[in-house]
Nanobody, 115 residues
């Protein structure tokens, strides 16, 4: 059974940092592209970042230069390092398997950026 479990969400002040983790199980993690997708209250899902099986990283313009995606295939874990957080980054952050389309999602972890 494929499982994706996010962690690391929290409430932080503007300018702060967080690192999200996504633990994967039930499939050969190293062979799949993986993504982070977020959903802010009252809005639709927004793609944030993807990392392919070759460790190539891709970012939405809204987070480029502030967020860094990475993966540790030995630990079956993907990360999202988020720096210089802004109130508009407030959202439920999901990890998802795939890049252009997603077949499995985690349950999400809440990130709130507020003073």
């Amino acid at each position: 059974e494929v499982q994706l479990v996010e962690s690391g969400g929290d409430m932080v002040q503007p300018g702060g940092s967080l690192r999200l983790s996504c633990g994967a199980s039930g499939f050969t993690f190293s062979t799949y592209d993986m993504s982070w997708v977020r959903q802010a209250p009252g809005k639709g899902p927004e793609w944030v970042s993807s990392i392919d099986s070759g460790d190539n990283a891709f970012y939405a313009d809204s987070v480029k230069g502030r967020f860094t995606i990475s993966r540790d295939n030995a630990k079956n874990t993907m990360y999202l390092q988020m720096n210089s957080l802004k109130p508009e980054d407030t959202a439920l952050y999901y990890c998802a398997r795939g890049a252009a389309s997603y077949d499995y999602w985690g349950q999400g972890t809440q990130v709130t950026v507020s003073s």
